[in-house]
T-cell receptor, first 109, second 116 residues
């Protein structure tokens, strides 16, 4: 059965902390892994990863994929209150998208 | 502006009363799909469409129907809604599965449906 598992389910940190969010997957015919940020509305795209070992960066956020061990991590450095959201990991196998249940991040001032 | 538009955004209905949630995209995307989001369960795919007149079941298709008569539209139909279909629904689109496709999904704003 194809599945995506995210951990931790929730996380509370203080501004300035660094956090690491995890996503492991078992999906046949893997094509890409995507990270999304969801606040109170539609998910917004962060990264798409297709190759192992190549880090994607955008400001304080970065992500990397390990296709051998079947996982990805999303790092957020120097967290801010505006980073508070649910972070979703999804895996695409050309036809379908499989989502994890998300990690709820709460950044306190 | 590139966007995916869903309607209605909010709906309260009663058991058994047929309803349709519309979805339209203006990006000429081949791939469109519907998801429901429930607390603790994340996003689960209901149906997807690879192109016009091509649809297939996702992981939770029971109680739903879709159609893809035009490239831009992908309505979700609940023939006889039940309370367990109370959820937040998202429509999303993407470029097709060709080599140039990034795989990125573009989401609509969501439709919150309550079935009494």
């Amino acid at each position: 059965e194809d599945k995506v598992v995210q951990s931790p389910l929730s996380l509370v940190v203080h501004e300035g902390d660094t956090v690491t969010l995890n996503c492991s997957y078992e999906v046949t015919n893997f094509r890409s892994l995507l990270w999304y940020k969801q606040e109170k509305k539609a998910p917004t795209f962060l990264f798409m990863l297709t190759s192992s070992g190549i880090e994607k960066k955008s400001g304080r956020l970065s992500s990397i994929l390990d296709k051998k061990e079947l996982f990805s991590i999303l790092n957020i450095t120097a967290t801010q209150t505006g980073d508070s959201a649910v972070y979703l990991c999804a895996v695409n196998n050309f036809n379908k998208f499989y989502f994890g249940s998300g990690t709820k991040l709460n950044v306190k001032p | 502006e590139a966007q995916v538009t869903q309607n209605p955004r909010y709906l309260i209905t009663v058991t058994g009363k047929k309803l349709t949630v519309t979805c339209s995209q203006n990006m000429n995307h081949e791939y469109m799909s519907w998801y429901r989001q429930d607390p603790g369960l994340g996003l689960r795919q209901i149906y997807y469409s690879m192109n016009v007149e091509v649809t297939d079941k996702g992981d939770v298709p029971e109680g739903y129907k879709v159609s893809r008569k035009e490239k831009r539209n992908f309505p979700l139909i609940l023939e006889s809604p039940s309370p367990n279909q109370t959820s937040l629904y998202f429509c999303a689109s993407s470029l097709g599965p060709g080599a140039a496709n990034t795989g990125e999904l573009f989401f609509g704003e969501g439709s919150r449906l309550t079935v009494l």
